[in-house]
Structure formats: C-alpha cells, structure tokens
C-alpha cells in the first residue's frame, strides 16, 4: 500500500502562485510514477501532469503547460506541483495519484493510489 497526503491548498488571487506537495509513505518502492488530477464541481477528475520517480519522463495537459511545473524529490518522496499565472478557472480539489506501473498516464484508471485532496481557490 501506499499512503499519498497532499497540502499546500488555499485561496489566492488571479495571477498568482501556489506550489502543492504530495508526500507519499508506505510501499513507495513499488510507485512507478506519481500524477496530478482536479476536479472541479460538476465535473469530471481532469489530468494536470505526470512525472516518473526516475525523473526521465513527464507529461503535462494542454490546460496547464507552460503554467504548472511537477517535480520530485525521491529522497522525500515527495512530488509537487508549482502553479504560476493562476485563473479562476483553475478552482478545484487538486488530487495526487501514484501508478504501480507504466499504463495510460492521464486517465485516472492508470493510478492506483490516490491523495484525499486540497482545495485550491483562485479569486478574480
């Protein structure tokens, strides 16, 4: 099993900056890559980005790219997501996700483990 808790969630104006962490316990050696999902009211979980533990690969939505960075940091099991020029529509749970192994990244059956989540509210 692997234990995903995310923060870094809160409230900030339009244009703004917000970096979410997502810390990951357990049997985290048989995390092949880690994701960032959101959803928003009424709507369906969306794909932000995706990142393997190597650091070799990584993938991002054309909703976000150019605008949030992944990253992470193995030493810390710990994966982030740095959101710049925020919207309003950016507004949603932000999820993290851990896939056990390689498989359609940026759909949410290819994760295995997921994050209870931390609300991002972005003001205009």
């Known amino acids: 099993q692997v234990q995903l808790v995310e923060s870094g969630g809160g409230l900030v104006q339009a244009g703004g900056s917000l970096r979410l962490s997502c810390a990951a316990s357990g049997r985290t050696f048989s995390s092949y890559a880690m994701g960032w999902f959101r959803q928003a009211p009424g709507k369906e979980r969306e794909f932000l980005a995706f990142?393997?533990?190597?650091?070799?690969?990584?993938y991002y939505a054309d909703s976000v790219k150019g605008r949030f960075t992944i990253s992470g940091d193995n030493a810390k099991n710990t994966v982030y997501l740095q959101m710049n020029s925020l919207k309003p529509e950016d507004t949603a749970v932000y999820y993290c996700?851990?896939?056990?192994?390689?498989?359609?990244?940026?759909?949410?059956?290819?994760?295995?483990?997921w994050g209870q989540g931390t609300q991002v509210t972005v003001s205009s």
């Open positions: 996700a851990a896939a056990a192994r390689p498989g359609v990244v940026v759909l949410t059956t290819g994760y295995d483990y």
């Open positions: 990142i393997t533990w190597s650091g070799g690969s990584n």
